[in-house]
């Protein structure tokens, strides 16, 4: 249905005039809008000169750049905006929790490197130095393995609880082997993933907005739902089910980008009890019924537990995929699962095999790196962090959301762990500007703006009460500069319907 109804939508995009007034403000709060934009348009120009400009000559041979750049904002917001608050996205250097662009400027990094970077990047950087050391009199040789390649193996046998290991080159490439190996053994064909849960790029997982092609045979279901039981409980046609925790954050929800906050709507919140009772729930239905349970711990893998989410939640999956951190810094894939499972051949039917192609995927650098990073996961500092995770990021984000209430500023972060997104509790139309304000304040966001920040663990309580200050600082600015007028006529609701008028018209004329 998503995807129909994304064909229909056309496109149109705001005059200047339009764009200051799409929730019908009063002219002088319009007119305050345009000089806090000339302002931070001025500021951008000057202080972001070189990253930018770079930005735009590569993003005609960068495909990736035109789709971030054209995806930060909703879209009726965005060709203007590009004029007038062009963004960077090249950099030159990281150290501790900071990053620096090619103008010199140094951001607090909020982005984690979508997902990789949970102890800090001088971690990793010592990770790839020390595992290229290891392997350097190897090099480059695929299809024989470094013996590191079995250090490894044997230690993530250990980490996820499960008996055999196959390395990959993506993340997306490890939850493809991980459902083709469920279908392959338990003969069924269809694979369950919950809504809004992301699994990778390919179609099956796809099924929605974003996928051309419809996907091979996906059940989308809800998350934390009876009925979702019931349906894995009756039908005989279901191979696996496939779990992303991250979803615990905001069931149900695709995650959240700054691209889709047409108005104040945007929710999350995390329940950790809840969601254990939840896997524990599924977890029995699919041993009941012979139903793969995997856990794509691509994303959330080491950031929550020193054994993942599986850990974290006291729930034991048939298979586990991880990525991204578990590469020391470098691109990875692993699936670890069960025995029976991870066989791609039958001893009785020889021609009968799910043949995985990739040279086995064993690259020694990327072995060496990660040999590193799994022997630093045992290290007294690692272990230490650990200990006190929860209370640590809890604690913030609740300190936080009390300095935010204590000054009225229409804001809100919700966290799972050191993943956060932020929530605007009044109605407006103009939420997706406050990544800009982050940004001239010296934080660093991806380019999904404040639907998701991403923290290392190696942020201090001193460089959080930097952050804390400047987020704080951004919203006040806001809040100055008419972003977030608050009209009496002015609803969640109204917005969607005005919208909804828009892109009638500019359906039909």
């Known amino acids: 249905m998503a995807k129909r109804i994304s064909r229909l939508i056309p496109f149109y995009d705001y005059d200047e005039t339009r764009f200051f007034a799409a929730d019908d403000a009063p002219s002088e709060i319009v007119l305050k809008r345009k000089k806090a934009l000339d302002k931070l348009s001025a500021f951008y120009a000057k202080q972001y000169v070189r990253s930018a400009a770079l930005t735009k000559i590569a993003a005609e041979s960068i495909s990736d750049l035109q789709f971030t750049g054209s995806y930060r904002v909703p879209f009726q917001f965005s060709r203007y905006l590009k004029t007038r608050l062009p963004s960077g996205s090249f950099l030159n250097a990281s150290a501790g929790v900071t990053v620096e662009d090619l103008d010199g400027n140094t951001f607090f990094d909020l982005t984690g490197s979508y997902g990789v970077n949970v102890f800090g990047y001088d971690f990793y950087k ?18 024989s393995y470094h013996t590191i390649v079995f250090d490894n193996a044997e230690r993530l046998k250990t980490i996820s609880g499960l008996d055999e290991v196959s390395f990959h080159m993506s993340g997306t490439e490890a939850v493809m082997q991980a459902v083709r190996l469920a279908r392959y053994h338990t003969g069924r064909k269809n694979l369950v993933r919950f809504c809004g849960a992301y699994h990778g790029w390919w179609e099956d997982v796809q099924p929605g907005v974003g996928n051309p092609l419809p996907p091979g045979r996906t059940y989308t279901l809800e998350d934390m739902s009876e009925r979702t039981l019931k349906v894995l409980a009756t039908r005989k046609d279901i191979a696996c089910v496939l779990v992303n925790p991250l979803q615990a954050l905001h069931p149900n929800k695709s995650a959240p980008g700054d691209s889709s906050l047409v108005d104040s709507s945007r929710q999350a919140g995390f329940d950790r009890a809840a969601y254990a009772t939840w896997l524990h729930q599924l977890r029995d239905v699919c041993t009941r019924h012979g139903i793969v349970l995997i856990f794509d711990e691509v994303f959330v893998g080491f950031r929550l537990a020193p054994g993942g989410a599986q850990e974290y939640f006291g729930v034991r999956a048939d298979m586990v995929t991880y990525g991204k951190t578990l590469g020391g810094g ?7 699962g069960r025995k029976d ?7 009785d039917k020889p021609a009968d095999i799910c043949f995985a192609r990739g040279t086995f995927n064993s690259h020694p650098y990327v072995m060496g790196a990660m040999q590193v990073f799994l ?7 690692v272990r230490l962090i650990y200990a006190n995770l929860e209370n640590c990021w809890n604690t913030r984000a609740d300190a936080l959301n009390q300095r935010l209430e204590a000054e009225g500023l229409p804001v809100r972060v919700s966290n799972m762990s050191s993943i956060w997104t932020v929530s605007y509790i009044q109605p407006s139309r103009y939420n997706w500007m406050l990544q800009y304000y ?32 400047k987020f704080m600082q951004a919203a006040r600015r806001m809040c100055w500069d008419g972003w977030w007028w608050q009209g009496s006529a002015l609803t969640n609701k109204s917005i969607k319907r005005s919208i909804f008028s828009e892109l009638l018209k500019a359906k039909f004329n």
């Open 330 to 336: 470098l691109p990875v894939g692993v699936v670890c």
């Open 341 to 347: 499972l991870m066989k791609r051949f039958r001893d």
């Open 126 to 143: 010592a990770c790839i130095a020390e595992g290229a050391r290891r392997v350097e009199n190897l090099g480059p040789v695929l299809g």
């Open 375 to 381: 022997e630093r996961l045992n290290d007294f500092d």
């Open 438 to 469: 982050l940004k001239s304040e010296g934080l660093l966001l991806s380019w999904v703006g404040t639907g998701r920040f991403i923290f290392s663990l190696n942020y201090t309580d001193a460089d959080f009460t930097v952050v804390s200050i």
